[in-house]
């Protein structure tokens, strides 16, 4: 079974139907996505020969019963032992690796939950990616928050008793420059102790600002590592281009970045082999950058506005579970992060076991966490959303149901240096 | 008996240093209490927070802050951290981590120097964590430290004294305290460091991860007095194979 991506917005005169249809229908009339652009400085680095050579090696329909067992009583989790505990072989051992997984986390983060929200400053994108919500050719309410909204946003926010954030974009250049992230930084530093980006990946130089803004750790989703299913489902603009999207973490690090966060978006491919990719790739940039702070995300496809239908195809909770609990063991120094996308009830379970940071009072609308923190009717315009969440809890009501479950809550473990 | 531990003209009955990163917050008051705990170390990074569940104000006001400077990658950033934790009421100890590495966590040796010597100057009573190495630790006291805080094995693994030949040379040559810190997952193990000598035991982890987190407090604080009478009253030989006539070899020795 297969998601069905396509569909044509209203709104769209005939003339971006037919570029539409063009661009959907005919390979031929899209970019090569291995070939960088103007103004996107290219790094030498080999790590992603590495990690896309592991993952078109890995057959993971090879692995046994026996190969998880000895993966879960090995002192060190080898790749080898990684991609056994990914394989299907390891499904009926969930019980066991989650015991494995708990006594990992417990020895690097205790019992200490992160909470953090995303702030969406704008949904103006330039992008074609089929699945996603703020794709160019949706048709959505589309919004950029002036600075003096952005303060309001980030002051209801710092009211509920956050002091992580994470700035997030559309992916557009011209609708949102640089300077404007940099100001949403700036004004971020007022209002919360950590500041995290997740937009558009960006040149050395650029992160380099960023950081100087305020900015230390960023959070890039490559959504796929396969290839050939990237190409299909990034149809135009400069997130097309793989490799850029590939070395954006690397460069946010030489442009003195803190930390970097990782994922693939579940459901687009693979899983396997997009979860196999996605621990590698901060597993060889950890080696390379061994003061790098590396976390990972393990988000499955949800509806978006206009597409109710689309979902995570055969990546179930067990299978979540799975790849969250493998990522534990082979990299018990990471964080993990457990979005709103799931639901209630399976992050109040995963919090024990192996996530280490959570999600809470979220918005990926923009511009409405008044009305959504207040319960007041919204005044004035608003964005739509990136996605459907499902966990709405508040910053309060997560926090007194982490610590009802005999967890510490930490609200920041960090300073800006 | 009077055995204190004295460091940098401050005295201390207890010989335990406990961690408060890892646990909950409400529990902190009964790990101090049966830990017999005078010092509590704390992140400043922890602690650089606003208003709700500062780690700082759970922590009992009669016990000496230890407060570290985790999430330091240099000498400078460990200064600027020290320097922070004294604005924010901390006081004037200062407990040195500087890591370039975030999966072992590991000690970067010739950073800690430079960061002990500026803030040793700065009056900061400074307990550095180091890699066991004697050439670092003759530095560091050189630079003003007023003890050092080798590594038993790597930060919250629980393996215990895997440097164990390395403290006991620190042991032998320094004339500082020197205090065992990470890798001490169990009271046996603190128990075995206090009676080489070592003068006091930090533990985290070890309390973080038990069943019943006070009660682990209360048995690592008998270990570490048990460890640390045995070290005074002075340890029995050990033999390694077989008994022994009292002169095996000299007892040709009439006169």
């Known amino acids: ?417 | 008996m009077n055995d204190v531990l004295e460091i940098g003209g401050h005295k201390f009955n207890s010989r335990f240093i406990l961690g408060s990163g890892k646990y909950s917050l409400n529990l902190i008051e009964s790990a101090v209490k049966d830990a017999g705990a005078e010092i509590i170390t704390l992140a400043v990074r922890r602690a650089n927070t606003k208003e709700k569940e500062n780690i700082l104000d759970y922590i009992p006001k009669n016990v000496t802050l230890l407060p570290n400077t985790s999430g330091a990658r240099n000498a400078d950033e460990a200064v600027r951290i020290a320097r922070l934790a004294r604005e924010l009421g901390c006081g004037d100890f200062v407990k040195i981590e500087i890591m370039r590495d975030t999966k072992y966590l590991l000690p970067d040796n010739p950073e800690t120097v430079k960061a002990t010597e500026i803030l040793a100057k700065e009056g900061f009573v400074v307990m550095p964590y180091m890699y066991p190495d004697l050439n670092f630790a003759r530095d560091l006291v050189n630079a003003g430290a007023a003890a050092i805080m080798p590594l038993a094995s790597p930060i919250g693994s629980n393996k215990g004294l895997a440097t164990k030949e390395f403290i006991q040379i620190l042991i032998d040559e320094i004339d500082l305290p020197v205090i065992v810190d990470a890798g001490i997952g169990r009271p046996s193990q603190a128990c075995e460091a206090m009676e080489m000598g070592a003068a006091a035991i930090m533990a985290n982890t070890a309390l973080a991860t038990a069943g019943d987190l006070p009660l682990m407090a209360s048995a690592f604080k008998l270990a570490i007095d048990a460890g640390r009478k045995a070290y005074l009253s002075g340890l029995g030989r050990v033999l390694t194979r077989g008994a022994s006539s009292s002169d095996p070899l000299t007892g040709f020795l009439h006169d």
């Open chain 1, 1 to 417: 079974m297969e998601n069905q991506y396509l569909i044509d917005g209203k709104q769209l005169s005939d003339k971006a139907l037919e570029r539409k249809h063009e661009l959907e229908n005919c390979p031929s009339s899209r970019t090569d996505c291995m070939t960088y652009t103007e103004g996107m400085e290219h790094i030498e680095s080999d790590i992603m020969d590495k990690v896309l050579s592991e993952m078109k090696e890995y057959d993971y329909s090879k692995y046994t019963a026996k190969d998880v067992l000895a993966a879960l009583q090995h002192r060190n989790c080898s790749v080898e032992d990684f991609k056994a505990l990914l394989s299907p072989a390891a499904e009926p051992f969930l019980e066991k690796m989650a015991q494995k997984a708990k006594l990992e986390t417990e020895k690097h983060f205790g019992n200490t939950v992160y909470i953090f929200t995303p702030l969406y400053i704008a949904n103006y994108c330039e992008n074609y990616c089929i699945y996603c919500g703020f794709n160019c050719y949706n048709d959505i309410s589309r919004m950029k928050l002036d600075y003096k909204q952005i303060e309001h946003e980030m002051s209801v926010i710092a009211k509920s008793g956050m002091e992580e954030i994470l700035i997030l974009t559309g992916e557009s250049r011209s609708m949102s420059s640089l300077e404007y992230i940099g100001e949403a930084c700036k004004l971020a530093k007022k209002y919360f102790r950590m500041v995290g980006l997740e937009v558009y990946p960006v040149n050395t130089d650029e992160y380099r600002f960023l950081h100087d803004c305020g900015a230390d750790y960023v959070t890039v989703f490559q959504e796929t590592y396969d290839i050939h299913r990237y190409e299909q489902l990034h149809l135009l603009g400069r997130k097309r281009i793989f490799p850029y999207r590939f070395n954006a973490q690397e460069r946010a690090l030489k442009g003195g970045m803190r930390g970097v966060a990782f994922s693939a978006l579940l459901g687009l491919s693979d899983f396997r082999k997009d979860a196999l990719a996605t621990a590698l790739h901060a597993y060889y940039l950890q080696r390379k950058y061994p003061q790098a702070e590396v976390s990972l995300s393990c988000p499955r496809l949800r509806p978006i506005i206009n597409n109710e239908k689309i979902n995570p195809l055969d990546v179930h909770e067990r299978q979540l579970s799975q790849i969250i609990f493998a990522y534990r063991i082979f990299l018990p120094f990471a964080g993990i992060t457990v979005s709103s996308r799931e639901s209630e009830n399976f992050r109040n379970g995963i919090v024990k076991i192996a996530a280490t940071k959570v999600s809470a009072g979220v918005s990926t609308g923009i511009g409405d966490h008044e009305s959504k923190y207040s319960g007041e009717k919204q005044v004035g315009k608003k964005g739509d959303e990136q996605f459907e969440i499902n966990d709405t809890r508040s910053f309060s009501k997560m926090y007194s149901d982490i610590s009802s479950e005999g967890l510490q809550p930490v609200l920041n473990d960090y300073l800006y240096l």
